[in-house]
């Protein structure tokens, strides 16, 4: 593989806009996810979940953001990499190589790291035949609501996102069911009222015991967690909602400054080793808040540095775009 001027693993809304910033300052871009496809949280986690809080979007759903991330963020065509995981950090004369899981070498002058929480994976209930009928009954988020019309759907966990489910889904699905272990919720007060004051059923002190069905789901068993009464609860679909666990993985051992799953940076979003940046959820600096609105702009930044590195008299500031013919890019 070539070496590009910059890697950026990660193609969540941090690293689409590094990647759109790079090429806007006229550097060669790689991109790296282990996910199948680009757009990080947005399009893996709640795609169809409204966003209120981007500058210019009263309100846009996940899934709409990550679209436009990716027609930005790729229209200098940077080189993409999906389903490869950044593994190994290797140090050369003038850069690094990752290798990734699968064992691909890729050359690279400097890297922004926007790996957000890492790799993540949904928390499963743990119990038999939960794999087995994953995607036949079995969800844990929802990337196309369809599959939920007219379903007898539970949603399973106290949290804002099996709140905001039960609200998203009212009108696609036929009943839901909020199921939950106790009596005290993790989600926002208003999105519980919403749920109280709508027509889903709420199963409090319950717990999925049992799945059911050959091909696809028919039905759990629920029990009663103080009780410890069960009973067979009908239903076609189950959202499990009870959490995700993430991991740095790998990138824990590139030999960066990392602090509670977070990689130090300095002001110029740039870590203990030179040339290698880190930007949007996965890094931590003083006042540093988990959003992509604050996210972006690190992103922006971060690539402004990486380009003064490669090019010491190049300009930091990269001009205005407003100024520049895009399609021609011409702050270098
Ligand atoms: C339910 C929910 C609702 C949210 N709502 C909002 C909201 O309204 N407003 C807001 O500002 N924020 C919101 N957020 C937070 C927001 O989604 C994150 O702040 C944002 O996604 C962080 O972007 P990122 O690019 O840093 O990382 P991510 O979006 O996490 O993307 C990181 C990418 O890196 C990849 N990756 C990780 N490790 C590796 C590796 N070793 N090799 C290759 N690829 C790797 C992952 O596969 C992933 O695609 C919400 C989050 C959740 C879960």
Redesign the pocket.
Known sequence: MNQVDVTI???????LFASFYAGLRGMSVRI????PEL????A???PE?Y???MPGFPKVLAKDLAKDLIAQGTQFNPEIVLE????ELIKTEDGYIIKTVAGLELPTKTIII???????SPTKIGIEREEDLHGAGIYYGVRDKSVFQGKKLAVVGGG??AFDWCINLEDTADQITLIHRRDVFKAHEDSIEKVKDSSVEMKIWYAVKELHGEDSLTGVTLEHTQTKEQEHFPCDAVIVNIGFKSN????KDWGLNIVKNQIQVDGHYETNLPGVFA????CSFDGKL????T?VGEAATAVCFAKTRLDPDAKLFPGHSSDMEIGTPAAV
Do not use: E, H
């Not at 693993?9 to 941090?14: H, S, T």
């Not at 790296?32 to 996910?35: K, T």
């Not at 490869?84 to 593994?87: G, L, S, V």
């Open positions: 693993v990660g193609g969540g809304p941090c690293g790296i996810d282990s996910l757009g990080g949280q947005l893996a986690l709640y979940k966003v209120y809080d490869q995981t950044a593994n926007s790996a957000g929480a890492g790799a993540f804002d996102s740095l993985g790998p990138i930007v949007g959820d996965v988990k959003l992509i609105a996210g």
